[in-house]
């Protein structure tokens, strides 16, 4: 192993990213057998969000420093985890020895960015894995009538949680350290955007699955907000610029699977930021130095 030497990196947030310690760790609201927990009307939310601050009972924190048992995101310190980013640039090339090559230092999220973390729901394109047939196990023609409750729709995934999320749009700057050559490191951010473009076909792929259905299997204005998603992910994916940081794409895109049968995304949710139209935790990353 040769020498470290110290580059410095541009991280942009293209949708919303989320990162969140272990469950044990949310925060809950006051009820009258637990007082330690947070009012409602001090969730910080997205201007323009649909949250509604009253119907929330737990919180999922983004990663902070520090011991807290309670919601206080006004002395939060937020930060990306250095595992996390070097999991992401990691992937495809190194196994098993987790890439001694590079140190990543957590992103430290200082006070302006750290004014981009808000509370807000999870939306999920709901019912996609149930296929709509006849007893015969014949696929219903477009003129037969779907149960309300049946149909594909984007709704609330659990209506009382809230997540914290760093918003997208953000620009964050940040160090790491790598002892090989400048070849190599070019070869590892390469390796790690073809691996993340794969995953995005993966997306794509089942949505298009999804789109190819009849008009009556979707609520009012699922589709074409679905086709919207589709086409804005595309973009993306064809640029070949982005990463994956954080939870929620499902299981189905969070792993490249090679096993036929499992690449049948049918029963995987697809989670979706409102705010952008795209699955979360899409970002861009440059070496800047």
């Known amino acids: 192993m040769?020498?470290?030497?110290?580059?410095?990196?541009?991280?942009?947030?293209?949708?919303?990213?989320?990162?969140?310690?272990?469950?044990?760790?949310?925060?809950?609201?006051?009820?009258?057998?637990?007082?330690?927990?947070?009012?409602?009307?001090?969730i910080k939310t997205y201007m323009g969000d649909e949250l509604k601050r009253e119907g929330i009972k737990v919180i999922y924190p983004f990663y902070q420093y520090g011991m807290y048992t309670k919601y206080k995101y006004q002395n939060a310190q937020f930060y990306i985890p250095g595992s996390s980013l070097k999991g992401v640039l990691c992937q495809g090339i190194y196994k098993g020895n987790g890439c001694p090559e590079l140190m990543m230092d957590d992103l430290v999220l200082d006070n302006a960015i750290g004014k981009k973390v808000f509370v807000r729901n999870l939306y999920k394109v709901q019912n996609i894995g149930i296929n709509k047939k006849n007893n015969q196990g014949v696929l219903l023609?477009?003129?037969?009538?779907?149960?309300?409750?049946?149909?594909?729709?984007?709704?609330?995934f659990f209506d009382n949680v809230g997540v914290e999320m760093?918003?997208?749009?953000?620009?964050?700057?940040?160090?790491?350290?790598?002892?090989?050559?400048?070849?190599?490191l070019n070869n590892l951010l390469s390796s790690a955007i073809e691996q993340t473009s794969k995953k995005m076909r993966k997306m794509l792929k089942q949505m298009e699955d999804v789109l190819l259905r009849s008009d009556n299997e979707f609520t009012k204005g699922t589709k074409e907000y679905?086709?919207?998603v589709y086409n804005n992910l595309r973009v993306?994916?064809?640029?070949k610029e982005c990463l994956i940081?954080?939870?929620?794409?499902?299981?189905?895109?969070?792993i490249l699977i090679s096993n036929e049968k499992m690449m049948n995304g049918k029963n995987s949710g697809i989670f979706i930021d409102k705010l952008t139209n795209l699955p979360h935790g899409l970002i861009k990353f440059k070496i800047i130095t």
């Open 2 to 42: 040769g020498k470290f030497t110290r580059y410095k990196f541009e991280l942009n947030t293209v949708s919303s990213v989320i990162l969140s310690p272990r469950s044990n760790m949310a925060f809950f609201v006051n009820t009258e057998s637990y007082s330690e927990g947070f009012d409602t009307k001090e």
């Open 141 to 156: 023609d477009s003129d037969i009538k779907v149960k309300e409750e049946s149909k594909v729709n984007l709704g609330v």
């Open 166 to 184: 760093l918003c997208n749009g953000v620009t964050c700057n940040g160090e790491f350290y790598f002892s090989d050559s400048d070849k190599a």
């Open 226 to 228: 679905l086709g919207n």
């Open 236 to 239: 993306l994916q064809e640029e």
């Open 245 to 254: 940081l954080g939870g929620y794409k499902g299981l189905f895109h969070s």
